[in-house]
């Protein structure tokens, strides 16, 4: 019994994290081994180790068109966030207190921004209209001259909606002729690795990407920051990162977001037929099972993201079914499960408490196959009538339609 659930596990929850692929942990493994030294010692174990930190800046810098020096390697996306937010707030306060940014972000930029209306800032968070994006009118509505920093997501991490950075970028540009101190944050922890990215043409001046989303290990990141651009360090310590990020460098974990950064490169382009893959499971469920909603713009949105609204039923009850018959799925992002809010994303769209209660997100990778999404519409339709029949909520509404 066990062995046949086993055989079918399914993973589609890789918005939350992804398998690390063996290609990235192979080359990480000897920096665990004999080559083992810190990178800032001066003899062979340290410029070793140097060597491969160098090559890794090098490979995440090609991944989103940025220059060498304007890496800095952090623990992750939190972090990046993090650092962007409250290294440009502290150095910047003196030329203004004003932030904007989205009803729709991360915790990582949510709670930070939240913290610094505590510190005095003023943070206005943009509507997110039902399609999940912004308005750029709205930006041009609320921007004073005492904004010092506008952080949109990329690409959202519950609905997989791409923002409009491009046209934000410019508009910055623009403002930036008349007032220098004003910049540009953007955390592409979802899209990086799955969108093509370059940050010059984008005209963001800081970016968040995170390692494990894209097939390589946990617990590391980079933030691009755009140079002469200056942030206070968030931790005091050694002059590591250019004294913008103290701490003994994670020299396995940073080759294996470089490696993880080449391969998504490579594979950037076949990554687009995923979409083909979310389409047909889409319109597989769209078949088969009544009364749902798909979330999010149609066409601005991650090819490997679906969120979907069952009506009259729970996402915990959907996802305990799923995840019984080996289906991995999640309701919203991983960093807020176990809290029982409805998520701020379905909420910032508009949708009802009842269709964000039942929303599930199915999030896929450069390794699910069409066998695994057959298996998924095999098994969906049933598990979503059994619920159903047992909602009180789905009793009434058809005791309401006799
Ligand atoms: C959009 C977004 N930002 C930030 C993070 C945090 O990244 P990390 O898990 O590397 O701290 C995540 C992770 O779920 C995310 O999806």
Known sequence: MIETHLQSRVYLDNSASTKIAPEVLEVMLPYFTEQFGNASSIHSFGQQAKGAVDEARRQVASLIGADFNEIIFLSGGTEADNL???GIAESYRSKGNHIITSEFEHPAVRNTCLAFEKQGFRVTYLPIYENGLVRIEDIKSVITNDTILISIMHANNEV????????????????????????????????VGKIPIDVKSLGVDLLSLSSHKIHGPKG?????????IR?????????????????????????????????????????????????????GVAKLIPEIKFNGDKEHRLANISNISFSYIEGEALLIALDLKGIAVSTGSACSSGSTQPSPVLVAMGLSKEMVRGS??????????????????SVL??????????????????????
């Open 84 to 86: 962007a937010i409250r």
């Open 160 to 191: 997989g909606t791409i923002q409009p950075i491009e046209e934000i970028g410019a508009l910055v540009k623009e403002i930036r002729l008349e007032r220098k101190n004003l910049f540009f944050h953007t955390d592409a922890v979802q899209s």
């Open 220 to 228: 590391i990141g980079a933030l691009y920051l755009r140079k002469g």
């Open 231 to 283: 942030i206070t360090s968030q931790l005091t310590g050694g002059r590591h990162e250019r004294e913008r990020r103290a701490g003994t460098e994670n020299v396995p974990a940073i080759v294996g977001l470089g490696q993880s950064a080449e391969l998504a490169k490579e594979n950037l382009e076949k990554f687009q037929e995923i979409k083909s893959l979310r389409d047909y499971f889409e319109a």
């Open 360 to 377: 599930i997100r199915f999030s896929f990778s450069r390794y699910t196959t069409k066998q695994e999404i057959d298996y998924v519409l």
């Open 381 to 402: 339709p049933e598990v979503v009538a059994r619920l159903r029949n047992v909602s009180p909520l789905y009793k009434q509404a058809m005791a309401k339609e006799k």
